[in-house]
C-alpha cells in the first residue's frame, strides 16, 4: 500500500470546487478503484458511476488530468511518482453532481436516427467480410467520450443541430449494414449537422474501443452526403432536368 | 413524514432493463400496453452487456446434428436434473427463433467460413456441438444495443437511473412499485397492472465475483417482501476463469470462448490436469489422453474441420463450469497453483497472435490494460468467480408468473431453467426466450385487469425506511458491505458445510443490526453511500436465502457443493428448496421438481440424447462421483 495524491471535482449544478485527497492504493489499481476507496473511507457520497469495471459497459467516463477518460482503465501506474491525479466531470454535459453529469441529451439524439430498416426481399445470408464493417462501430460502449472532446459540441455547444461523433458511429453502423435499406443522407446534412465536423480527429483519439470513428464512418458518410447534394454535375443535372 | 413524489401509471412495468427486462418491455408494448421501464443504470449499462461469449441456439449451421433436443438434453445434463424440465424444453425449441429475430432486428452476428453465410456458432462448455451464435466476444453488448435501439423506437417510457425500493399489492394482487430517482433521491411511484422483474443476479454478495454493482439481488429480495416464493437460491455459480491479478481486478471474467477456442488449462507443473477430473456423467464424451484432445483441436478448431466427420473427442476444458470450476479449486488446493493463487489458462501456444486478437479482442484488451500481461505471449492467471445465480423467483414455467397475482420475473431473477448449474451461452437465450414469454403473459394480464388500488398511508411508512439512514448517526453502508461479502465468500461460498452456513447466518444476523444504524452522509443527490445503504437490505435478505436453502440440501449437485455431504442424493435429487416470508421470518420447504414426463424421457434416451445410465446417476440411484 501507499499513498497517491487526488483532487477531484465536487459540486453540483450550483457549482462547486477541486478537493483534495491522500488516499490508499495498492499495485494494479486503476483510477476507479481509487475513488471507490475514497467514498468507502473518506467521501461516501461522492457521486461517480459505473458498472461493469471492466472497460465493457462505458459508464465511469471522465477527465482524468485533463483527458477523457475511462476510470476503470486508467491505471495508476499511467502516472509518474508523486504526480497529483486530477478527476473532473466531462465537461461537455451539466453537472448533476460532482463526476455525475447529464448525458440525457444522447439518448434523444439516438431516438430520432431512423432505426435498423430491412430491404424488402433481402437476402439474409451475407458473408463475414461484409458484417466487419458494420460491426466495427457496433464495438461502441456508449461512453460519450468522443461526444465529450467533440470541439462542436464541448466548445460551440451545437448540441441542438449537431448529433456528434457517436451518432455518426451509429448511423454508419445502419448504413453499412449489408441489409438495411434506409437512405439517412438527407437526415445527416440537415438535422445531424454532419458539414460541421471538420475532420480534427479527436473523437477517434479517445475512444477506448479504438473505433476508427473519423476515417471509417465520418469521412465516408459525409462523402455520402457530398455525392448526393453537392456534386457539380449532379446539381447541372437536376438545374436542367429538375430532377 | 409525507413526501412530495413522481406518480405514474402504467399497464406493465418492468424492473430491470438488461436482455431479459429489454426483451419482455419490447413484447408488452407490441401487446399494445402502455409499459414503462425502469433500470437502475443509464440504458445499455446492465450486467448483459458483460457477456462475451454467445447466445446458445440449436442453429445447426455449422453441425446439422444438432437439434433441440440435443440442446435440451444438454441443459439438463448441465444443470444435473435440477431444471425444471418445462423451461428447459421451452428454452431450447424457442432460442432458434429469438436468435433469429436479434438478426431482424439489426444484430451483426459473425458469418460461417463455409461460404454460405449463415451465423456462424462456436463451442462451449457442456454443450455436445458447436451451438453458440456469437459477435467476437461481445455478444451481450451486442444484444443490448439491438434491443435498446428497438425498444427506444417501441413506444416504451424508459425511467433511468431509477431504483425500486417495494412492490406494492393491492389485496393479494400486485399493484405497483414505489422507489427513488438516484440521481435527485425524489420518491417515485409506478401504479401499475403487473409488474416483471428482470433485475438480474447477486454477484455483489461476494468478494470474488464477476458482476456489476448492479447485482445486489434486489428483484429475489423485491418478490420475497412481497410474498412471492423464491426457488434453487442453493444454486450458484462459480465461473472457473476469473482473473486472480491484479488484485484490484479479481474475479473479473475471463470468457469461456478462450477455450472453446482453443485454450487449456495447466497448474504449476505444467500438467493439463482436466482428464483427470472428468465425472461419469461426461465419460465417453470427452477427450481422454492428450493426444486425442489436441488432435480434435488440431482439426476442428485450427483447421475448421466439419466435427461430424472427426473421431476425436473434444478436450475436457469443454466440460460444464462447475465440473471445472471445482477441479480448479482442488488443484490449487493441492498446491498445484500460480504464483497468484490461480491456475494457468494458456492460449499463447495454441494459436497465433493474429488470431486471438481476432477472435478474443475484448480479452486481449483486458489483460494487457489491466494487467501489463499479453495473452498472446504467455499464459492466463485464472481462478473461480461468483457469477451467477441459478435460482430466484419461482414461476409458472408457461407464463413466468410468481406465486403472486400480476408479479412475473424473467431472465436470471427467475428460477428453474438452468436447475444447478447453468451452460455458457444459455444466458442470453435465456433472456430472449422467458423475455418475450413475460412480456406476452404479463400484458395479457393487464388486459384483463382493472388498474388496482394503492393504500396512500404505506408510502409513507417507506419514505420513512429510505430516509432512516439520513438520520442515523452509526457508521456508514461501504465497511458492512465488505464483512457481507466476506462473511458469504467464507460461509456460503463455493464449498459448504453444516457448521460454516450456521456461522454464515449468525455473521448476517449480526450484520443487520449494523445495518439499522447505518448512516448515510449529505443529502439525497446522487449519494452512492446512501444508495448502497439501502440496497444492502435486498442483500442480506437474498444472502441469508442462499444460505438456508443450502443448509437445507444435504447433498452437493452442480454449483452447491457440500463438503459434509458430497454426492447427489436420492433424497434431494427430485426436491426443489423454496424459500418464503411468513411473519417476519424467513420460511424454508422442500417441494417435489416436476420431472420430465416418462415418454419424453424414453424418446431422448432413444433418439441418443440422453442415457439412461447418467439420469440414474443424477437421481441419486447409482454412484457418481
Known amino acids: 500500500m501507499s499513498k497517491i495524491h487526488m483532487r477531484v471535482y465536487r459540486g453540483n449544478s450550483e457549482g462547486g470546487q477541486l478537493k483534495d485527497y491522500d488516499v490508499e492504493v495498492a499495485e494494479g489499481m486503476v483510477v476507479l478503484d481509487a475513488i471507490h476507496n475514497l467514498q468507502a473511507t473518506q467521501a461516501s457520497d461522492l457521486a461517480c458511476r459505473w458498472n461493469c469495471k471492466a472497460g465493457k459497459c462505458g459508464s465511469c467516463s471522465a477527465e482524468v488530468n485533463g483527458k477523457p477518460r475511462l476510470m476503470c482503465m486508467t491505471r495508476l501506474n499511467e502516472f509518474a511518482e508523486g504526480e497529483t491525479i486530477t478527476v473532473t466531470p466531462m465537461k461537455t454535459f451539466p453537472i448533476m453532481k460532482d463526476l455525475a453529469t447529464d448525458v440525457s441529451w444522447n439518448y434523444e439524439v439516438n431516438k430520432r436516427i431512423p432505426p435498423f430498416t430491412p430491404r424488402e426481399g433481402a437476402d439474409w445470408h451475407w458473408q463475414q467480410k461484409d458484417a466487419d464493417r458494420a460491426q466495427e462501430f457496433r464495438k461502441c460502449i456508449e461512453c460519450f467520450l468522443c461526444q465529450d472532446t467533440c470541439h462542436v459540441l464541448r466548445e460551440h455547444d451545437k448540441k441542438t443541430s449537431f448529433a456528434g461523433p457517436r451518432f455518426f458511429a451509429r448511423i454508419a453502423s445502419l448504413e453499412m449494414h449489408p441489409i438495411d435499406g434506409l437512405d439517412r443522407t438527407e437526415l445527416l446534412k440537415d438535422q445531424h449537422g454532419i458539414g460541421l465536423c471538420n475532420i480534427t480527429r479527436c473523437c477517434t483519439e479517445v475512444c477506448p474501443e479504438s473505433i476508427r470513428i473519423t476515417d471509417n464512418a465520418i469521412i465516408p458518410l459525409k462523402e455520402r452526403v457530398v455525392d448526393k447534394y453537392y456534386d457539380p454535375l449532379r446539381m447541372l443535372w437536376s438545374a436542367v432536368t429538375g430532377k | ?625
Not at chain 2, 345 to 358: G, Y
Request: hydrophobic share 35%; with cysteine; net charge neutral.
Open chain 2, 1 to 625: 413524514m409525507s413526501e412530495n413524489y413522481q406518480s405514474f401509471e402504467y399497464d406493465v412495468l418492468v424492473i430491470g432493463a438488461g436482455g431479459a427486462g429489454l426483451r419482455s418491455a419490447i413484447e408488452a408494448s407490441a401487446a399494445g400496453c402502455k409499459t414503462a421501464l425502469v433500470c437502475k443504470s443509464l440504458l445499455g449499462k446492465a450486467h448483459t452487456v458483460m457477456a462475451e461469449g454467445g447466445i446458445a441456439a440449436s442453429l445447426a449451421t455449422v453441425d446439422s446434428r444438432d437439434s433441440w433436443q440435443q440442446h435440451f438434453s444438454d441443459t439438463l445434463i448441465g444443470g444435473n436434473f435440477g431444471n425444471h424440465w418445462k423451461m428447459a424444453e421451452l428454452h431450447a425449441k424457442q432460442a432458434p427463433e429469438r436468435v433469429r429475430e436479434l438478426e431482424k432486428w439489426g444484430a451483426v452476428f459473425d458469418r460461417t467460413t463455409d461460404g454460405k453465410g449463415n451465423i456462424n456458432v462456436r463451442h462451449f462448455g457442456g454443450h455436445t456441438y458447436k451451438r453458440l451464435a456469437h459477435v467476437g466476444d461481445r455478444t451481450g453488448l451486442e444484444l443490448i444495443r439491438t434491443l435498446q435501439d428497438k425498444g427506444v423506437h417501441s413506444g416504451i417510457d424508459v425511467h433511468m437511473e431509477c431504483t425500486i425500493y417495494a412492490l406494492l399489492k393491492d389485496g393479494d394482487r400486485i399493484a405497483g412499485a414505489y422507489g427513488y430517482f438516484r440521481e435527485t433521491g425524489r420518491p417515485v411511484l409506478f401504479k401499475a397492472k403487473s409488474i416483471i422483474v428482470s433485475t438480474g443476479g447477486i454477484g455483489k454478495l461476494f468478494s470474488v465475483n464477476s458482476n456489476s454493482w448492479e447485482c445486489t439481488g434486489d428483484g429475489f429480495a423485491l418478490a420475497y417482501l412481497a410474498g412471492a416464493e423464491l426457488a434453487d437460491m442453493e444454486y450458484v455459480q462459480f465461473h472457473p476463469t476469473g482473473m486472480v491479478w491484479p488484485h484490484s481486478v479479481r474475479g473479473l471474467l475471463i470468457t469461456e470462448g478462450v477455450r472453446g477456442e482453443g485454450g487449456v488449462l495447466k497448474n504449476n507443473k505444467g500438467e493439463r490436469f482436466m482428464f483427470n477430473y472428468i465425472p461419469p456423467k461426461y465419460q465417453g464424451k470427452y477427450a481422454e489422453t492428450e493426444e486425442e484432445a489436441n488432435a480434435w483441436f488440431q482439426k476442428v478448431v485450427v483447421e475448421g474441420q466439419k466435427e461430424e466427420g472427426v473421431k476425436e473427442r473434444k478436450p475436457p476444458e469443454l466440460m460444464s463450469r462447475d465440473v471445472v470450476a471445482r477441479a480448479l479449486w482442488n488443484e490449487i488446493k493441492a498446491g498445484r497453483g500460480s504464483e497468484h493463487g490461480g491456475v494457468y489458462l494458456d492460449i499463447a501456444s495454441r494459436r497465433s497472435a493474429e488470431d486471438i486478437k481476432k477472435k478474443l479482442p475484448s480479452m486481449y484488451h483486458q489483460f494487457k490494460q489491466l494487467a501489463d500481461v499479453d495473452i498472446t505471449k504467455v499464459p492466463m492467471e485464472v481462478g473461480p468467480t461468483c457469477h451467477y445465480m441459478m435460482g430466484g423467483v419461482k414461476v409458472n414455467p408457461e407464463t413466468q408468473e410468481s406465486t403472486v397475482r400480476g408479479l412475473f420475473a424473467a431472465g436470471e431473477c427467475s428460477a428453474g431453467m438452468h436447475g444447478s448449474n447453468r451452460l455458457g451461452g444459455n444466458s442470453l437465450s435465456d433472456l430472449v426466450v422467458f423475455g418475450k414469454l413475460a412480456g406476452e403473459n404479463a400484458a395479457a394480464y393487464a388486459k384483463l385487469t382493472s388498474m388496482p388500488k394503492i393504500d396512500d398511508s404505506v408510502l409513507a411508512g417507506l419514505n420513512k425506511e429510505m430516509n432512516q439512514p439520513f438520520e442515523n448517526k452509526g457508521e456508514v453502508s461501504y465497511a458492512i458491505l465488505a464483512d457481507l461479502q466476506t462473511a458469504m465468500e467464507k460461509g456460503a461460498g463455493m464449498y459448504r458445510e453444516e457448521s460454516l452456513l450456521d456461522g454464515c447466518l449468525k455473521d448476517l444476523e449480526a450484520l443487520k443490526e449494523r445495518l439499522k444504524k447505518v448512516a448515510a452522509e449529505g443529502n439525497r443527490l446522487f449519494n452512492p453511500g446512501w444508495h448502497v445503504a439501502l440496497d444492502l437490505r435486498n442483500m442480506l435478505i437474498v444472502g441469508e436465502a442462499l444460505a438456508r436453502a443450502a443448509k437445507e440440501r444435504k447433498e452437493s449437485r452442480g454449483g452447491h457443493t457440500r463438503t459434509d455431504y458430497t454426492t447427489y442424493s436420492k433424497d434431494f435429487a427430485k426436491k426443489r428448496i423454496v424459500v418464503r416470508k411468513k411473519g417476519e421470518a424467513m420460511e424454508i420447504v422442500q417441494e417435489d421438481l416436476p420431472q420430465v414426463p416418462a415418454e419424453l424421457e424414453a424418446e431422448l434416451i432413444k433418439g441418443g440424447f440422453l442415457k439412461a445410465e447418467i439420469l440414474k446417476q443424477l437421481r441419486g440411484e447409482a454412484p457418481a462421483h
